[in-house]
């Protein structure tokens, strides 16, 4: 093997060694540490109500010890579909220190979506929030789960903002009916009074979390995620931002059933002795809003996100000095967009520049981050600390050398356990070497360069094949978006009998922007400057907006299936 994990982050950060120590314990046992360490530090933050992490540990006990009176015990499955809220906190650390196995969900998920993950998941309870009542309940009856618990974001707001809720959102509530079929948070927590903790350690090797990938097509897979893989990604998180100070405020609107929500914007941050501004719905106004009320430190999103920031109105006079940290990820970040953040970020005072990162939920979710005194023009930036790095031939374990596109795999701490019941995907995903290491093959291409910094080049399976020409969107889109009229763009195949797949691209234009064939034509030739005959866009489509992914990402997928049922259409005419 080459050495692939060279010295990038020792030789551009100084501070960050090769090697870390980890944390061999369960994800609450970090957490108590941490909060025996800073007991009045405020852990979290839920629109202006502070809970110290004495608080927190007190309310995580509490919440354990009601789901043991329920009778759940040691390697029982809880479903979590919570927004980003101190329950759906207390509730992920409680079901660790019971020894069960928290399994995160998306709370708007579909009818039948949540009735796949209450199968697959055998749980025993399922929490949601009362808002969401009807929508479980027919996956909860259906799936004989025995508990079903309620949560009201109410319930956790100072007397104030309690008020505002009532009005603006509680009202509009549907009242949930007191038959026995759920148990409210209220009443849930009552349970706990009068009885002790049962704890239960766990191998830090064991699973612990389940999340659930994919979401635009296909069936959900369960990726088993061990104690282990959090903790591992905690001291790889502070390690790479040296920065970080104790008490350094983390904007949380990442959601909590994705890798990047739960392992880097909460449990990171609470093992490293920081603040999660919880936020459990947003738009981008909103979000500005908090950032400069609250001065936060770091903040993390896709990049959909970060071009929405720019157009936001209330960000236009917006002192960003206080951030230490911005980070990219989920979706490849164009050229452009980080040029053009990278000088919002410098018009309002911040000193730093975004950090785009790499990883998937099948290493909880970064594996791969820019420094931050080295960046390199298209590149993801280099492997965490323990982190291994190697570019192989697609469907291979063939290394390929430096420089030469080939398939992404990596090995490190956070590497997943497994898919759960699906051995035949795990020995797909999942390949040891002669040496005993585990080797996660991401479906993703990209290049390393010499000095170990990785460059992203697009997904395997959304490679467009025309004319017998490969065709990475990726790139497409970058160039599309330099075009003044572009905000953004998303580039699929569409079936041609001639060329077997030619290249579609959908726009969104700027504000301001009107379509037109002018327009479309000035489009098509300024891509002539950058892009071969063969990947020119054969057709362009003008949208007012882009389908999105429960996480924010672009959903090219159902873009696809849009023209695929579009054709079928036309054959039956």
């Not at 839920?46 to 995580?60: A, R």
């Not at 509530?173 to 706990?192: E, H, T």
């Not at 785009?356 to 594996?367: F, K, L, P, R, W």
């Not at 063939?398 to 080939?406: I, K, N, S, T």
């Amino acid at each position: 093997m080459k050495e692939l994990y060279k010295t990038p982050w020792e030789s551009s950060m100084g501070e960050v060694p090769m090697h870390l120590d980890y944390f061999q314990g369960m994800m609450i046992e970090l957490l108590e540490q941490t909060a025996e360490k800073y007991p009045n530090i405020v852990a979290l933050n839920f629109m202006h109500s502070k809970i110290t992490y004495k608080e927190l540990i007190e309310n995580i006990h509490k919440t354990a010890i009601a789901m043991q009176q329920l009778g759940l015990k040691e390697g029982d499955h809880v479903v979590i579909g919570m927004p980003n809220c101190p329950q759906g906190i207390y509730a992920f650390y409680a079901v660790n220190l019971i020894g069960g196995v928290a399994h995160m969900i998306h709370p708007l998920s579909a009818e039948k979506e949540i009735l796949f993950y209450v199968n697959d998941s055998k749980c025993k309870l399922v929490l949601t929030i009362n808002a969401f009542y009807r929508k479980f309940l027919p996956a909860i009856k259906e799936g004989n789960v025995a508990h079903f618990l309620l949560a009201n974001l109410m319930d956790v707001l100072n007397p104030v903002m309690k008020v505002g809720y009532e009005i603006t959102t509680g009202r509009k509530i549907p009242k949930v009916p007191k038959d026995g079929s759920n148990i409210m948070w209220k009443n849930f927590i009552r349970l706990a009074n009068g009885h002790e903790l049962i704890r239960v350690h766990k191998d830090k090797d064991e699973t612990a979390v389940v999340l659930y990938s994919g979401g635009t097509t296909g069936t959900p897979k369960g990726i088993a995620l061990t104690n282990y893989n959090f903790n591992a990604l905690c001291a790889q998180i502070i390690a790479t931002n040296p920065m970080f100070r104790v008490g350094d405020t983390m904007l949380a609107a990442m959601p909590l059933f994705h890798g990047f929500g739960l392992g880097v914007c909460i449990h990171s941050i609470l093992g490293g002795g920081g603040q999660c501004i919880l936020v459990p719905r947003f738009t981008a106004d909103s979000y500005s809003k908090l950032v400069i009320k609250y001065k936060c430190n770091f903040i993390a999103g896709v990049p959909t996100l970060y071009e929405a920031l720019t157009r936001t109105s209330c960000m236009r006079k917006a002192d960003l000095s206080c951030l230490k940290g911005v980070f990219s990820g989920g979706d490849s970040l164009s050229i452009e967009l980080k040029k053009k953040f990278d000088k919002f970020l410098k018009e309002h005072n911040a000193s730093i520049q975004i950090r785009e990162g790499y990883g998937t939920t099948e290493c909880v979710t970064a594996s791969c981050l820019t420094p931050v005194t080295k960046a390199k023009e298209g590149s993801i930036g280099v492997p965490f600390p323990d982190t291994y790095y190697r570019i192989v031939k697609p469907g291979t374990d063939d290394e390929l050398p430096y420089g030469e596109e080939g398939e992404i795999v990596l090995a490190g701490p956070t590497v997943m356990k497994e898919y759960t019941h699906n051995p035949e995907e795990t020995a797909d995903t999942l390949h040891t070497d002669k040496n005993g290491t585990v080797w996660l093959h991401t479906g993703d291409l990209g290049y390393m360069d010499e000095e170990g910094f990785i460059y992203f080049r697009g997904r395997i399976k959304r490679l467009i094949v025309t004319s017998g020409y490969n065709v990475y969107p990726a790139q497409i889109e970058n160039i599309i978006e330099k075009h003044e009229a572009v905000q953004m763009s998303c580039v699929i195949g569409v079936p041609d009998a001639y060329r077997m797949h030619k290249v579609k691209a959908y726009i969104v234009l700027k504000p301001g922007k009107i379509p037109s064939d002018i327009l479309k034509a000035s489009i098509l030739n300024h891509c002539k400057k950058y892009i071969a005959k063969y990947a020119m866009p054969r057709e362009i489509e003008f949208r007012e907006d882009l389908p999105k992914t429960l996480v924010g990402k672009v959903a090219y997928r159902q873009l696809e299936e849009e023209v695929l049922e579009e054709l079928k259409n036309k054959k039956q005419v």
